[in-house]
């Protein structure tokens, strides 16, 4: 069974448009006939530009929005039937940009045990759960902190716990790195990366970070709604004209790479990291 799986996923929604006769309503396609598949234990990542739709196909496997077109299923289940929508949820967890949106209570280990409790899990399961989840996340000394004393890095980990605590399949991850400082991209990645090798759970990161989506077992790239590309970090990443015309940029050793190739000098081109490129440099004659 597929972890995640669209066939012909459509979504469109209605724009307000002012014009010189008044107001007009027209339809917009966020979402264009998308067929992806995800493999249960996959670490999955999402690019695209701005307003690309990648937002928009992530809140559709946590069930936030319905298809108006197509299908989506999560763990077999159809994301359109709403009896369902519960089971979906606790399946595929969701974590957002803002680490703030997601934090509700004034201690750390409360603010992890909100999901159980709202699942109806025994007290004596919720206090294992809170515990497993903050060292996962490797927050365990933070239990009785204040969410609000924490840096940016340390609340999106938070956040992650929370999730981790439904103990769901997959976490979806929308630019969670988005809104924080080096330190913290690279403990929140860290951590991602962490849960998908060694928890065995499915990771769908959307990002616009090239670093991280080198860390991928598959990438898919989303334009205007469309499914334009799809393939491993070093099938996609070759391909830097084609990304440049979707207004995507590729990881910086890449760039380099595709420069000096440019000037003669015969190195592979689907280099991806530092120490591929140091490699590939101290064996060129």
Known sequence: MKMVKAEGLTYEYTKIMETDHGTEEHKVAALKSVNIEIEKGEFVVVLGHNGSGKSTFAKHINALLQPTGGTLWVKGMNTKEE?????????????????????????????????????????????????????????????????????????????????????????????????????????????IERLNKEEGITIILITHYMDEAVRGDRVYVIDDGDLVMQGTPREIFVQVDKLKGYGLDVPQVTEVTYLLRKEGIDLPADILTIEEMVGAVCRYK
């Open 83 to 191: 009896g369902l929508v519960w089971d979906i949820r606790q399946s595929a967890g969701m974590v957002f940009q803002n680490p703030d949106n997601q934090l509700v209570a004034t201690v750390v280990e409360e603010d992890i045990a909100f999901g159980p409790e709202n699942m109806g899990i025994p007290s004596e399961q919720i206090r294992l759960r809170v515990d497993e989840a903050l060292d996962a996340v490797r927050m365990g000394e933070f239990a009785t902190y204040t969410p609000s004393k924490l840096s940016g890095g340390q609340k999106q980990r938070i956040a992650i716990a929370g999730v981790l605590a439904m103990k769901p399949d997959c976490i979806v991850l929308d630019e969670p790195t988005a809104m924080l400082d080096p330190v913290g991209r690279r403990d929140v990645m860290e951590t």
